[in-house]
């Protein structure tokens, strides 16, 4: 039985990145959806780019249509940004630029950032080092976060991604080590998929520490709008309700075949959804 409800989903904006952000949170409101989830890239919310004025500007721009914002996610994946860095002056940009996005998550109104590790060098020679810079830049972010009264989403990541955390196992070795109040585990269904994983396994194994979802359809790869990859959304919406997980399931759709039209990958999604949710 789903007992999950139609407003525990969330939409995000990284699709729309040849759109102006108004255009996806005006079809967030025609969707009939009340949260969002924000990505954080130009050219909708570049933070290096902004000042003060213009991170209030946008939290106006969402609250006036009644939107609520679950989770920030400054991009981390592609820019120069790696918590668990080979040089202290990357992993000392790397802090700056999640200390300064987090500052910012406070200011838009949400209390939730999501954060990954980063990554060491492939061949794992530097494995056991990026492992320990990762956790002592994540503890320092969980401190920053306490005072600010956020909680950090913490993301597994696909393996050709990160080989630091990329499965349900070394996400929990992550967590453990970390052991912090404000810290939460995260999954994104992509890379869980790719791992032979179950939204069940996490859920297990997390419970209420498990705060975020990506919530997204793959073939198994790619970040696609339910109803165009092979993953069994109403199977995996019966796990997370046998769990009573209360948190959000947000769309992440990325896969490059929605940027010209993004609209339809959010009214399809959401659509499919709606259709089997309370």
């Known amino acids: 039985m789903i007992t999950i409800r139609k407003n525990q989903i969330s939409v995000m904006n990284i699709q729309y990145g040849y759109y102006p952000l108004e255009k996806f949170l005006d079809d967030a409101v025609m ?50 940004i790696n918590l668990a860095g080979e040089t202290q002056a990357q992993r000392t940009r790397s802090l700056q630029f999640f200390e300064d996005n987090l500052r910012a998550a406070s200011e838009l109104g949400t209390n939730k950032m999501l954060v990954t590790t980063g990554w060491g060098y492939m061949d794992d020679s530097n494995k056991e080092e990026a492992w320990k810079y990762a956790r002592e830049g994540l503890m320092s972010l969980g401190d920053m976060a306490a005072d600010y009264h956020m909680t950090l989403a913490l993301e597994v990541l696909r393996r050709d991604e990160s080989n630091l955390v990329y499965n349900l196992s070394t996400l929990k070795k992550m967590m453990d080590e970390l052991n912090h109040p404000n810290i939460g585990a995260m999954i994104d269904t992509i890379p869980m998929a790719l791992a032979g994983e179950h939204p069940e396994d996490y859920l297990n194994t997390f419970g209420e520490r498990l705060v975020h979802v990506h919530f997204i359809d793959g073939a198994p790869r790619g970040h696609l709008a339910w109803g165009d990859g092979c993953l069994d959304m109403k199977d995996y919406l019966e796990e997370f309700s046998r769990y009573s997980y209360n948190g959000f399931l947000s769309l992440e759709i990325t896969d490059g075949r929605y940027r010209m039209e993004p609209t339809a990958s959010i009214l399809q999604s959401v659509k499919r959804l709606y259709d089997v949710l309370i």
């Open 31 to 80: 969707a009939e959806v009340n949260h969002i989830e924000l990505w954080g890239a130009a050219p909708h919310f570049h933070l290096e780019d902004m000042t003060y004025k213009d991170v209030c500007h946008i939290r106006h721009q969402i609250e006036r249509r009644g939107l609520d914002l679950v989770c920030y996610t400054p991009e981390q994946c592609i820019y120069p």
